[in-house]
């Protein structure tokens, strides 16, 4: 078998697997692989020069549009640049396939340039690991459960191109192999006896596009009080006003506090809100189920967890949670008491995301790690809820998040991301996908607090922070993107079809929010 043969059996392989998106970082070693997609024009194809950024942005692809989608990189260090990716991936119950070219197997353990230990790198962040060459050549992705990245490694003999290009046949309709779903036996029971006996205060975190619908009416039914993140795209959801905490996470804990809610019932993705992490010792005895779309738990200690959010739709309640007059009485006059802080600084971070939150009703959202996507939680506007929001929440890294955002951006809406400053200077490179995407109106804000200041409030020293007075002018000239800088957010909007907007937040009004946040707690 030629090195082009089986470059064409692997690209061949994946498309009957139902793979319809290549991201191609070429080089010389996966050549076979670059001439094939190259000239195979009814194949998609982003092409990158850096890796790391090209994962990301491939499992922003995934995200997006719930589909498997492969990266082709060449051999050496560059293998090592999906690391980060498959890691997120992993967590994030993403399949990205990642196929990396490498030289003859005789070559392992020599050190002769380019010739790493690729096999293997990925370790537990892949599902499975093949490797394959001329003499064997077996490839197969049946039977795979498809929410973990999978490693295809690729050996080629030189000279690299030794034949004609071969063409790749797309059918009509194929789809990936999937193992039939199985829920494990007494869930069902275990689920209907929890929420029947219990008062549950009900989480919810990142939920896959295709679950909102069950999970929405599931919500609607039961009736108990709920806090929904961001990035479940309910939060603020006009169908559950009056079960939904709306003053912040400080209300959980008096409810935990008071016994309205005697346990907790988490739906979707690992939560964001620090209630998760408190179950580990604060409220270690506090009874947990999760029903979710992977088997991480996401505590270290033993919980009811089942790995479908399918079974929500099969629950028979006997009785619905009671409802939340009093609950919903104290969360709306603090909800109040927010809204007059955030209104009373305008200037403050937080009065900041308020504000811009505001002008995202209907549209795409994609919401960095760190302090974004916690003060979106708290502070953005309920009433101007978007269409869907997202989140690289597997790992919880602030890398690769603007090239996820570009990669999962949707064609029907105007796309936001909003990230933090260190976030955007991890990936810089991430606009060099710019002129290849369908998607319009992508919108960047870089919120720039002059380094990390999430640290600032748990350590109280400077070298957390890694303190700078960057802008972000330049990043945006370098792509030809335009560029504003705020101060504060403007009622109306004049942007451009790409647009960098640099959020500058008062720090003193910052700190004045906090303080009175806090106090108002305490009353």
């Given amino acids: 078998m030629t090195n082009m043969e089986l470059a064409a059996k692997v690209i061949q392989e994946l498309v009957d697997t139902g793979v319809r998106e290549f991201i191609l970082c070429a080089g010389a070693r996966n050549s076979p692989l670059v001439h094939i997609l190259d000239e195979n024009k009814n194949l998609k194809v982003y092409s990158f020069f850096e890796e790391r950024s090209a994962a990301f942005f491939a499992l922003g692809r995934i995200a997006g549009y719930r589909r498997p989608v492969a990266i082709f990189t060449t051999s050496g260090t560059a293998v090592a640049e999906l690391l980060p990716a498959a890691v997120e991936g992993t967590y994030s119950s993403l399949p990205l396939i990642m196929v990396t070219a490498d030289r003859p197997k005789r070559y392992r353990g020599s050190g002769a340039p380019q010739s790493i230990e690729q096999v293997g790198i990925f370790s537990y962040y892949n599902e499975v690991a093949l490797d394959i060459d001329a003499e064997n050549s077996h490839l197969s992705f049946k039977s795979l459960s498809w929410k973990k990245p999978i490693h295809v490694n690729v050996c080629f003999e030189e000279p690299l191109i030794d034949g004609p290009v071969p063409q790749i046949k797309v059918p009509q309709a194929s789809e990936r192999t999937k193992l039939p779903g199985q829920l494990p036996m007494g869930m069902l029971k275990q689920l209907e006896d929890f929420l029947n006996t219990r008062k549950p205060l009900v989480l919810v975190g990142i939920l896959p596009e295709k679950a909102y619908g069950t999970v929405l009416d599931f919500l609607k039914q039961y009736k108990a009080p709920l806090y929904a993140e961001g990035i479940s795209s309910l939060r603020g959801h006009p169908d559950l006003k009056d079960l939904q905490i709306r003053s912040g996470e400080q209300m959980i804990h008096r409810l935990l506090k008071s016994g309205a809610c005697d346990s907790i019932l988490r739906i979707g993705g690992v939560p964001t809100v620090r209630i998760w992490r408190d179950l580990e010792d604060r409220y270690r005895d506090l009874p947990v189920f999760s029903v979710a779309f992977n088997h991480f738990t996401g505590l270290s200690r033993p919980v009811d967890h089942c790995p479908s959010l399918d079974l929500l739709s099969q629950v028979e309640f006997s009785s619905v949670h009671r409802e939340n007059v009093h609950i919903s009485a104290e969360d709306n006059s603090r909800t109040e008491q927010m809204k007059v802080l955030l209104e009373k600084y305008p200037k403050s971070e937080q009065g900041m995301i308020y504000e811009i939150s505001?002008?995202?009703?209907?549209?795409?959202?994609?919401?960095?790690?760190s302090l974004p996507i916690r003060e979106w939680?708290?502070?953005?506007?309920l009433n101007s809820a978007p269409l869907r929001v997202a989140a690289n929440r597997g790992a919880n890294g602030i890398d690769g998040q603007v090239s996820t955002f570009l990669g999962w951006a949707h064609?029907?809406?105007?796309?936001?991301c909003v990230v933090g400053d260190l976030t955007a200077m991890y990936d810089l490179s991430s606009l060099w996908a710019t002129s290849q995407l369908e998607a319009q109106k992508l919108r960047v804000v870089v919120i720039?607090?002059?380094?990390?200041?999430?640290f600032s409030r748990m350590f109280k020293k400077e070298i957390f922070v890694n303190k700078h007075e960057i802008s972000f002018e330049s990043w945006a000239k370098m792509w030809n993107w335009s560029y504003q800088k705020w101060h504060t957010v403007p009622k109306s909007l004049e942007l451009d079809n790409l647009q960098i907007i640099e959020m500058v937040p008062d720090w003193n009004e910052t700190q004045q929010f906090w303080k009175e946040l806090e106090s108002i707690w305490k009353e």
Avoid: E, F, R
């Fill in 377 to 381: 939680d708290s502070c953005a506007d």
């Fill in 411 to 416: 064609t029907d809406t105007p796309n936001w």
């Fill in 448 to 454: 720039n607090n002059g380094g990390g200041q999430i």
């Fill in 358 to 369: 505001k002008h995202m009703k209907g549209h795409s959202v994609y919401l960095g790690n």
